[in-house]
């Protein structure tokens, strides 16, 4: 008897984290999945648009902090999208 609850315990538990994880992974009809730039896409796209192309190791780790920072507020970029330009400036400088 004990060991037949205990099975029957362990069956819903495993059928709820299988139902609780479809759930999140769903998306709703009206809403399309945000898809993340790379940070090579995004200062290509967003700093592009002004400024002529730098090479990462134009500048130091700590002077690209400065500059994306300035023009975080400049260009109204999104925090995320600010640190994966940064990330991307830094690994290859």
């Known amino acids: 008897m004990f060991r037949k609850n205990i099975f029957t315990v362990k069956a819903g538990f495993s059928a709820l984290l299988l139902l609780m994880s479809t759930c999140s992974l769903a998306t ?11 940070g ?6 967003n700093c592009a648009r002004c400024h002529n192309m730098r090479s990462p190791d134009s500048y130091s780790d700590a002077q690209w902090d400065v500059a994306v920072l300035h023009m975080r507020v400049r260009a109204n970029l999104a925090a ?14």
């Open 80 to 93: 995320d999208d600010a640190r994966a330009i940064v990330k991307y400036l830094k690994s290859a400088n």
């Open 28 to 38: 709703p009809a009206n809403q399309t999945p945000v898809i993340k730039k790379s």
């Open 40 to 45: 090579v896409k995004l200062w290509a796209d």
